[in-house]
């Protein structure tokens, strides 16, 4: 069993700026990928940010420019640095982790955190 652990969603002003962490924890061979998605209301479920093993990564175009994924490996862990927020960044924020353990290769997601943008 794999377990994903956000922080640091909030309220934010418009233009300001929040960091989200992602921890992984469990019986974890390795990570094959970790990113970042969003849901708004009434909206489906984004792909925000990715990075894979290899450190790659791939961004909504409506982040770039503004958003930056990191990862540390030693500590199975992603950020998402997100700058120049706006209105339409309003969403929770989902962690999301592909990973091999004992039962093969799954997609785990985390709780969900909030991140409003509101003056």
């Known amino acids: 069993q794999v377990q994903l652990v956000e922080s640091g969603g909030g309220l934010v002003q418009p233009g300001g700026s929040l960091r989200l962490s992602c921890a992984a924890s469990g019986s974890i061979f390795s990570i094959n990928a970790m990113g970042w998605y969003r849901q708004a209301p009434g909206k489906q479920r984004e792909l925000v940010a990715r990075i894979i093993s290899s450190g790659r990564t791939n961004y909504a175009d409506s982040v770039k420019g503004r958003f930056s994924i990191s990862r540390d490996n030693a500590k199975n862990a992603v950020y998402l640095q997100m700058n120049s927020l706006n209105a339409e960044d309003t969403a929770v924020y989902y962690c999301?982790?592909?990973?091999?353990?004992?039962?093969?290769?799954?997609?785990?997601w985390g709780q969900g955190t909030q991140v409003t943008v509101s003056s």
């Open positions: 999301n982790a592909v990973v091999t353990t004992v039962l093969g290769l799954g997609d785990y």
